[in-house]
């Protein structure tokens, strides 16, 4: 899958925070803004290489493995019944224009022999979101990584979000919001199961 070769795995280096705010420094110059006399601007560039390096990047730095943890055998006679947790809240950043985006991801799984705590699936779509990535490979990195990780046999992310891209430039759509669906196994099938999901995220946010 293209978005598995884009963003899994840590980059070859670690954040270098004195070249960031150089850079950032030299963007802002770059910019015509002064930064010799405008006392809201010192300590910008340094603000704003800890922010990108310890918030919105630190995601390069964890596996999926690593996010989702200590796994614990599945409960008895529970092969085939899905778990789901919706409504985890993430932030994340475009990979086209570094503008950010928000929203809910709601995510399930069908136990094969292994199940995660409910919160490490909110670590699991940090993990990723805290990267530059579009929405929708953000979807599909999540499904693939819980059915490769748990050996899953179906899986899915569902992530409905708010595109700065979309509200503040441009057309400036500032009520739109996006949705991306990934998933994986028994799910890819319009059947049953996918329509069972459907019928608990409809009830869940009745």
Avoid at 71 to 76: D, G, H, L, N, V
Avoid at 186 to 196: F, V
Wanted: glycine share 6%; net charge positive.
């Amino acid at each position: 899958m293209a978005a598995t070769r884009r963003t899994r795995g840590a980059p070859p280096t670690k954040p270098d925070r004195v070249a960031m705010a150089a850079a950032i420094q030299d963007f802002l110059r770059a910019a015509g803004l002064p930064l010799g006399s405008d006392p809201n601007l010192v300590g910008t560039p340094e603000r704003v290489a800890e922010a990108w390096a310890a918030e919105f990047l630190d995601g390069y730095e964890r596996t999926a493995e690593q996010a989702l943890g200590e796994t614990f055998p599945a409960p008895p006679d529970s092969s085939g019944e899905l778990v789901v947790v919706t409504d985890l809240r993430f932030q994340s950043m475009c990979p086209h224009h570094l503008l950010p985006f928000e929203g809910r991801a709601h995510v399930a799984y069908v136990p094969r022999t292994r199940v995660v705590g409910f919160g490490r699936l909110g670590a699991l779509v940090d993990c990723f979101a805290h990267r530059l990535i579009l929405q929708e490979d953000l979807a599909r990195e999540v499904a693939s990584s819980l059915a490769r990780v748990l050996k899953s046999p179906a899986t899915a992310c569902i992530i409905e979000a708010e595109q700065a891209c979309l509200r503040i430039r441009g057309d400036r759509q500032r009520d739109a919001r996006t949705h991306a669906e990934a998933y994986e196994g028994q799910l890819r099938k319009d059947g049953a199961l996918r329509r069972e999901l459907w019928a608990r995220l409809s009830t869940m946010r009745r």
